[in-house]
């Protein structure tokens, strides 16, 4: 599915012509892009399950009028078939914080979305020290398994699919809490999680299954938000709500319409609430 011309506006310019700078670190074996933009305090947006740092440009070319924006890749975004695959989530946040350490980042924010949100999770209740705060969105402490979850897994392990393909894009519709109407936005999340190979996508879901933080959450030692979009269909807002009661002194807060991808529907109540958060934890002037 390709953007038509009329629809060349900010959803395709942002992956094309960010501000910022590109290049590549070698994790365990696998290298990974690092896009950084902007100056300021540091913050750190972990990707989603597909569309690696493209499908969050939007949001970061936003917070990096205020902030110093790194997003790193993940593995498998670049080299699927040879990638040194991530035998658990737990190696996920183990390259985030050696990737913090590498780019000599100081206590940085780290925000995390749906899969990205998990990534973050695991680094916060292993290695807290290393952030400065944490945020995230559509995620929760341990994943349910469903049933569209499993057959999703299971058409994208064993059938080649076109980048047009109805079952997988219906899926994508989830993301929204409700039909979207066609236009820009859609056909940019459409292309961009397509640019994740599908046998990563499927690889991803698997070890989201066993991922499950619900017994350390009291771990984490930073002051921490939770946004969740009250239509979200893939995570629902409830589970959302008891990952924040989970964690000691987290605060959640609703975005009122949102789904799954609100940090891209609702950008401007998004960096409403981290630039809320992180201005919280600046020293009162004297």
């Known amino acids: 599915m390709r953007v038509a011309a009329k629809h060349r506006n900010e959803w395709v310019t942002a992956t094309l012509h960010h501000e910022g700078t590109e290049h590549q670190v070698q994790l365990n074996?696998?290298?990974?892009?690092?896009?950084?933009?902007?100056?300021?305090?540091?913050?750190?947006?972990?990707?989603?399950?597909?569309?690696?740092?493209?499908?969050?440009?939007p949001l970061a070319m936003k917070l990096a009028r205020y902030y110093q924006v790194t997003i790193p890749g993940l593995r498998g975004d670049r080299f699927p078939l040879g990638t040194s695959?991530?035998?658990?989530?737990?190696d996920y946040g183990r390259d985030l914080g050696d990737l913090i350490d590498r780019l000599g980042l100081e206590r940085p924010a780290v925000f995390g979305v749906s899969f990205g949100g998990a990534v973050a999770?695991?680094?916060?209740?292993?290695?807290?020290?290393?952030?400065?705060?944490?945020?995230?969105?559509?995620?929760?402490?341990?994943?349910?398994?469903?049933?569209?979850?499993t057959i999703a897994r299971r058409v994208l392990e064993r059938f080649p699919l076109p980048n047009d393909n109805g079952f997988v894009n219906?899926?994508?519709?989830?993301?929204?809490?409700?039909?979207?109407?066609?236009?820009?936005?859609?056909?940019?999340?459409?292309?961009?999680?397509?640019?994740?190979?599908?046998?990563?996508?499927?690889?991803?879901?698997?070890?989201?299954?066993?991922?499950?933080?619900?017994?350390?959450?009291?771990?984490?030692?930073?002051?921490?938000?939770?946004?969740?979009g009250t239509r979200d269909a893939i995570v629902p807002m409830s589970r959302q709500r008891a990952l924040a009661d989970a964690i000691p002194g987290a605060r959640f807060e609703m975005l009122e319409g949102a789904g799954h991808v609100g940090f891209l529907t609702h950008r401007a109540a998004v960096i409403r609430q981290v630039r809320q958060h992180l201005n919280r934890l600046k020293p009162s002037p004297c």
């Open 170 to 228: 219906q899926f994508f519709n989830l993301l929204y809490g409700g039909r979207p109407e066609p236009g820009p936005l859609v056909d940019f999340v459409v292309e961009r999680c397509w640019d994740t190979d599908q046998g990563v996508m499927a690889k991803r879901i698997g070890l989201l299954e066993s991922f499950d933080v619900s017994d350390r959450l009291w771990q984490v030692d930073v002051p921490t938000l939770v946004l969740a």
């Open 121 to 149: 999770l695991e680094m916060a209740v292993e290695r807290p020290h290393k952030l400065g705060a944490l945020i995230v969105q559509g995620v929760e402490a341990r994943f349910r398994t469903t049933l569209g979850a």
């Open 29 to 57: 074996g696998d290298w990974v892009d690092v896009v950084q933009m902007g100056q300021g305090d540091p913050i750190v947006l972990i990707p989603g399950l597909a569309g690696g740092w493209k499908l969050l440009a």
């Open 85 to 90: 695959w991530a035998r658990e989530m737990a």
